[in-house]
């Protein structure tokens, strides 16, 4: 009729696995520091890391005395999720 083409398409959407975080844990104690070791699957990185209450950054930080640390990652989605351990 009007000259119009009308295409279809199909999409396949792919939502990718929910974030996991998996901790590899050297204790602090006794004159010694400890630190944690983030292993990080699902999301879609890169992934950014801030930690708490040091304010660092990445998926593995040291040199911490024993008490309670916090992370926020988030990937590139903007999909966040927060981990708690303590030394």
């Keep these: 009729g009007n000259g119009c083409v009308v295409a279809q398409r199909c999409f396949e959407v792919f939502e990718p696995e929910q974030i996991q975080i998996n901790s590899s844990i050297m204790n602090a ?3 010694l520091l400890g630190g ?34 916090s992370v926020s990652l988030t ?13």
Excluded: A, R
């Excluded at 983030?38 to 990445?58: A, C, D, E, K, Q």
């Excluded at 990937?75 to 030394?87: A, Q, R």
């Design 36 to 69: 944690i070791d983030l292993t990080v699957s699902g999301g879609i990185s890169p992934f950014t890391y801030v930690w708490s209450p040091n304010n660092l950054t990445g998926p593995n930080v040291s040199d911490l005395v024993s008490g309670y640390y």
């Design 29 to 31: 104690g006794c004159n």
């Design 75 to 87: 990937d590139s989605n903007n999909c966040m999720v927060e981990y708690i351990h303590g030394l």
